[in-house]
């Protein structure tokens, strides 16, 4: 994945680019855990990857969505590691962003400053919905 994605940055150096992490579950004899790495190229489309984790069946929503949380986090501590070790001057200027599955509206709305404290404590930038496309929509797409 992360060839590819150094591959697409180089092809066009010019653009500018946002690398989005997002994860989302779905619920049923198990729990299904999608957390999806977006490369958008802004104003010129994007790429995405997605890896599939199964899990015993977890019913606690918050439990849920700390643990959706922490695995985007992962992800994001190793895009971040492979920018620094592949020579990106500042692996910071890569713009990542963790997406949460989380809203103002709804059940998780008790959960929103402390998932967003865990993502911006590791150095992150946090976005909830409807601004979370990178878990609502693109991880969300592929728990079903």
């Known amino acids: 994945m992360m060839t590819d994605i150094i591959k697409y940055i180089k092809d066009l150096p010019t653009s500018a680019y946002k690398i989005i992490i997002g994860s989302d579950s779905m619920v049923r004899n198990e729990t299904c855990f999608i957390t999806a790495v977006i490369v958008h190229r802004l104003g010129k489309g994007a790429r995405y990857f997605y890896h599939k984790k199964t899990q015993r ?7 849920k969505i700390f643990y959706e949380t922490a695995l985007s986090l992962e992800v994001g501590g190793l895009v971040h590691k492979y920018f620094a070790d592949f020579g990106f001057e500042d692996p910071d200027d890569m713009n990542v962003e963790i997406h949460i599955d989380v ?4 059940e998780t709305k008790d959960l929103i400053r402390e998932v967003v ?7 992150f930038r946090a976005k909830i919905k409807p601004e979370a496309y990178g878990a609502s929509t693109v991880a969300d797409k592929h728990t079903k």
Not at 57 to 63: E, H
Not at 117 to 123: A, C, H, I, K
Request: glycine content about 22%; overall charge positive.
């Open 117 to 123: 404290g865990m993502v911006t404590g590791s150095g």
């Open 57 to 63: 069946k977890i019913k606690s929503l918050r439990q």
């Open 103 to 106: 809203s103002v509206h709804g």
